[in-house]
């Protein structure tokens, strides 16, 4: 398995990955993404090469992308800051630590910035908020987004 950055040829695969992963998430009552996904928003990432793809046999099976941001809702970090944002996994891999590899690979990327790393997502998951706090990121809070909170976690450099 491998994860590179992603290319044109990648978006509708990955398209066709976030829309089935959001499909799953809806089903488990998990509505913080919207469906279906915009292909030209997706193209429009790729162009700016943040959005990377964790691959297996030549088949897109996860993506996620990485971006410089502004921490919200957090004074105590400063710096230079990555967001780490729409981590998705064909629903088939999941359960395979395939998303902890995803995360370590941002976190070794932000950490060759000298860049905190952080992440969100939908308060009420709370398996997904177990996840992230076991592969090394730290709980910030909750905070209001949207009609709904979110909880972020971050990672300091090393």
């Known amino acids: 398995m491998t994860i590179r950055l992603a290319t ?45 793809v964790l691959e297996q046999d030549r088949q897109v099976i996860g993506t996620f992308y990485l971006t410089s941001q502004t921490v919200l809702n957090s004074s105590s970090l400063e710096g230079t800051s990555k967001y780490l944002g729409q981590i998705a996994l064909k629903p088939a891999f999941q359960g395979q630590q395939l998303g902890s590899k995803m995360i370590k690979f941002a976190l070794d990327l932000a950490n060759q910035e000298k860049a905190t790393l952080y992440l969100d997502c939908w308060a009420g998951n709370k398996k997904l908020k177990a996840f992230y706090t076991s592969v090394g990121m730290h709980y910030v809070g909750d905070f209001p987004h949207n009609g709904y909170n979110v909880s972020q976690f971050h990672s300091l450099p090393r």
């Open 8 to 52: 044109e040829e990648d978006s509708e695969e990955i398209v066709l990955l976030l829309n089935e992963t959001t499909v799953d998430l809806h089903q488990k009552g998990i509505m913080q993404w919207e469906y279906p996904w915009d292909k030209q928003m997706i193209l429009n990432r790729i162009t700016h090469s943040f959005i990377y």
